[in-house]
């Protein structure tokens, strides 16, 4: 006997993203796998007993969302911070931090997120955050995550007023006193504050790639569960069912794990081993340890995460030719290019994936040399190896994706005036010569590279409809080229390209016979409405592995 359906939607646009069947008007589920696609009729005369039936009301219907690119711990536990994105100015951000200070008299640190480098019209210190609050803690964070402002007393009592040691690319600014300004540049710099806030473990994935010291509790785990089923959650109400972890340790997956053993896992987890420069590549076999324990649909890890710069606005990208407005600057790599190549020969020896942030062009030119050095040495392999960000690319070095095979995986949401960042300072950083190589998406699909879509949450809103309209209505910047993407190609980004990117295409991403039951219910038919209305969509129904994840009537 076939095996009958335990859920069914009908009446829904289906779009599959299968090549060979694009599109269908019902959906047939058995347990943790798709069974049929067809017509409402054909479709409900499969139903088993007991079978869920969903009438779509002619609402789109999709393969689950893959997120391509996200910090999962380090955004639950942001969800509860103060929330500082379109605060400007001393009187809102003063009105901001006191408010929340006093709604939470219990937080160690009141940690910002969010704030815009440019809430003052110059660089943010101590002095100013001390005039506001000078008796708690304050950090506050900008949105992109690589710059950190903390007030004197956080600074006292993290131990670095008077500075500290921190690796190439990090820096505690000091300033003409002798102390710190209060300005912390990157992860390394802003650890210590953070840890003061009891948010050490769940940053260290991403702060350091190392598991967190001293080696968590029974009840550390527990107290750091909300933080993950919160983010989680988030996930899950954006119809994502698949998430690409950005950062990671072992203990990222030990937490993940124990929330699927309590039944609480809603969403399919790869998280990486996070290799940061102060690694050895003998490291690497940690990597591939991690790839051996944790390797199902549901848990998976089998990549590296490296960083090789920066970002533009603080002028840590890697740049081929000086900042504009800093003659001389071109920003400092992470690693060295011999060191970088020797780490991907090894990393790619192993059989492991390698992502590597790299935003400015210098950097992507060096990520590009160091796979290219992995496959000279170890041979072409369907390796996959991504590029996260790559928003300034020399010319030269766009067929060199589609030749090494290299997945481009960009942000929609990080075009500087496409969805909420502003176009200046970046532009500015960027130069008015250079916009015609910047944020490219549509040359560097149309030059064979492979594109995944994701939002980098937290750094932006991960909710993946406003990133669709952003990719579909983003303006040229001036002399530059239309970077635009097809609707198709756009879902295909966030679907199909996200599962090609993770090698489980043969799975997931579609929606056939046999695939996963990962699926996403819109509210309204996206293919009929505006490009420019598409954000006023959201997710009605989010199922991973059959089972209703997020349902937005309940
Ligand atoms: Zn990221």
């Not at 646009?13 to 008007?25: C, G, K, S, V, Y």
């Not at 710190?180 to 948010?199: D, H, I, N, S, Y």
């Not at 119809?239 to 030990?254: A, C």
């Not at 496959?375 to 300034?392: F, M, Q, V, Y």
Request: aromatic share 6%.
């Amino acid at each position: 006997m076939p095996p009958s359906a335990t859920m069914i939607i009908t009446n829904a646009r289906i779009l599959t993203m299968d090549p060979d069947n694009p599109r269908a008007e019902a959906v047939a589920l058995c347990h943790d796998r798709i069974l049929a696609l067809g017509t409402s009729a054909d479709i409900a005369a499969q139903a088993g007993p007991g079978c869920t039936m969903i009438d779509a009301g002619g609402a789109s219907l999709l393969p689950g969302f893959i997120e391509s690119h996200l910090h999962l711990f380090m955004g639950g536990s942001e969800l509860s911070h103060l929330q500082l994105l379109g605060v400007e100015g001393p009187d809102q951000l003063g009105h901001a931090i006191r408010d929340y200070a006093r709604a939470h008299p219990q937080r160690r640190v009141i940690v910002g997120q969010g704030c815009d480098y440019a809430i003052y019209g110059r660089a943010l210190t101590r002095h100013d955050l001390d005039a506001i609050l000078p008796d708690r803690p304050i950090i506050l964070v900008a949105a992109d995550h690589h710059t950190g402002w903390a007030n004197t007393l956080a600074l006292t009592e993290a131990g670095i007023l008077q500075g500290a040691t921190v690796g190439p690319g990090n820096e505690v600014v000091m300033g003409a006193d002798g102390l710190a300004t209060g300005e912390l540049r990157e992860f390394e710099a802003m650890a210590p504050v953070l840890r003061v806030a009891g948010e050490h473990r769940i940053m260290a994935g991403i702060a350091t790639g190392f598991d967190p010291l001293p080696a968590p509790t029974q009840d550390d785990m527990m107290a750091d569960l909300p933080a993950m089923l919160a983010g989680l959650a988030h996930c899950a109400r954006h119809g994502f069912t698949s998430l690409v972890n950005m950062d990671g340790n072992r203990y990222t997956l030990q937490v993940l794990d124990t929330l699927r053993q309590q039944g609480q896992l809603t969403a399919r987890v790869r998280v990486p081993f996070h290799y940061r420069n102060t690694r050895i590549p003998a490291d690497l076999a940690e990597a591939s340890a991690m790839t051996r324990d944790y390797n199902d649909d549901w848990l998976s890890s089998g990549f590296v995460k490296m960083f090789m710069d920066g970002v533009i606005d603080s002028g840590t990208a890697v740049m081929l030719n000086d900042y504009p407005d800093q003659p001389g600057w071109r920003g400092d790599p992470l690693h060295e290019a011999d060191r970088f190549a020797e780490i991907c020969i090894e990393a790619d020896r192993r059989g492991l994936q390698i992502a590597v942030h790299a935003i400015g062009d210098g950097a992507v030119r060096r990520v590009l040399d160091g796979y290219a050095a992995a496959r000279a040495t170890n041979g072409p392999r369907d390796a996959r190896h991504r590029i996260e960000h790559i928003e300034l690319i020399d010319r030269t070095d766009v067929p060199r994706l589609a030749e090494l095979g290299v997945v481009a995986s960009v942000q929609p949401s990080h075009v500087p005036g496409a969805m909420d960042f502003p176009p200046f300072p970046s532009l500015d950083k960027i130069g008015r010569p250079r916009w015609k190589d910047a944020f490219l998406t549509r040359t560097l699909a149309e030059a064979g590279a492979p594109i995944v879509f994701a939002s980098d949450w937290p750094v932006a809103d991960i909710n993946p409809l406003r990133s669709i309209q952003a990719a579909l209505t983003r303006q040229p910047f001036e002399g530059a080229q239309d970077e635009r993407l097809t609707l198709h190609q756009v879902l295909a980004a966030y679907t199909i390209g996200g599962a090609y990117a993770e090698h489980t295409e043969d799975r997931k991403g579609m929606l056939r016979p046999g695939y996963l039951a990962d699926l996403v219910l819109l509210d309204g038919d996206i293919e009929a409405v505006a490009p420019d209305r598409i954000a006023s969509l959201s997710v009605s129904r989010t199922i991973c592995g059959g089972r209703t994840v997020w349902d937005a009537a309940i």
